[in-house]
């Protein structure tokens, strides 16, 4: 049984409270543990209530992005950055304003990263379109397009953290870390069967979701990304079969694996 622990992340660094009057901070200081100490210490006495907190290591600093709720406070916002600046070991500040009032986004940082490697952001809008209008409009081409892509992209995804790892196991227990850690899903089951099949079982992949409802297995993409794994991995051509999803009503998606002389499609 699936146990999830911990709760939902909004990615976006983004907060949005209509009416209230929002702002955002980035402070540089020397990572010390006082330097959140002091900081606190500073929001609490002016009232400055804090929504958002992002903190980053970076060569001896650390680097605070804060959005705060200033609307209680009396103090100007250029004499809070003043006087934040000048907390010790602090050693920059700067801005984040609203786009407009209520609302403000973090775009003091480009690009994103993931594991040191160039990454975006897909909200369920974007996968919508990619994922079940593609199947919709192109239907049976569709499927075999996102399977071969996702084939491509599970290759490509073994080339880049294959290196942060010393084994085949190590290997499936960073995939199923990072497959929920970008908010694909919660892999239950990745691993190998003594018959050489592979079973992977995964709750709330995103792909499925935007296709309920269906009545067929919807997880091509997916599907792909296990083949092309399993072909790094293996060195073996993989026959990947969907045989339970959530799109269809199933309490999570079951891929099945096996080796094969030649590709699905």
């Known amino acids: 049984m699936l146990h999830i622990l911990g709760s939902a992340l909004e990615l976006l660094r983004m907060v949005y409270l209509p009416g209230?009057?929002?702002?955002?901070?980035?402070?540089?200081?020397?990572?010390?543990?006082?330097?959140?100490?002091?900081?606190?210490?500073?929001?609490?006495?002016h009232n400055m209530k804090p929504l958002y907190t992002n903190i980053a290591s970076l060569n001896g600093n650390i680097e605070i992005t804060?959005?705060?709720?200033?609307?209680?406070?009396?103090?100007?916002?250029?004499?809070?950055?003043?006087?934040i600046s000048s907390l010790k070991d602090v050693k920059d500040v700067r801005v984040i304003k609203p786009l407009f009032k209520g609302l403000v986004i973090d775009n003091a940082h480009?690009?994103?990263?993931?594991?040191?490697?160039r990454a975006w952001i897909i909200g369920e809008a974007m996968s919508k379109g990619l994922f079940r209008d593609v199947k919709v409009e192109f239907g049976e081409a569709g499927r075999v397009f996102l399977y071969h892509l996702g084939i491509e992209a599970g290759k490509s995804i073994y080339r880049s953290y294959k290196d942060y790892t010393t084994s085949d196991i190590e290997f499936l227990l960073l995939i199923k870390a990072l497959v929920k850690a970008i908010g694909w899903g919660i892999v239950e089951e990745f691993k190998p069967l003594p018959?050489?099949?592979?079973?992977?079982?995964?709750?709330?992949?995103?792909?499925?979701?935007?296709?309920?409802?269906?009545?067929?297995?919807?997880?091509?993409f997916f599907r792909g990304i296990i083949a092309g794994l399993l072909l790094q991995l293996t060195g073996k051509t993989m026959l990947v079969e969907?045989?339970?999803?959530?799109?269809?009503?199933?309490?999570?998606?079951?891929?099945?694996?096996w080796p094969m002389s030649k590709n699905l499609y």
């Open 110 to 117: 480009f690009p994103i990263l993931l594991l040191g490697r």
């Open 66 to 83: 804060i959005f705060l709720d200033i609307s209680k406070t009396k103090t100007p916002i250029n004499r809070v950055v003043k006087d």
């Open 195 to 220: 018959d050489g099949t592979y079973v992977v079982r995964i709750y709330d992949n995103i792909e499925c979701a935007t296709c309920k409802p269906s009545k067929e297995p919807t997880g091509d």
């Open 242 to 257: 969907e045989v339970k999803c959530i799109a269809k009503g199933d309490s999570y998606c079951e891929f099945i694996a």
């Open 20 to 45: 209230r009057k929002l702002i955002g901070l980035l402070i540089t200081a020397v990572n010390r543990p006082e330097v959140l100490h002091d900081l606190t210490s500073f929001l609490v006495k």
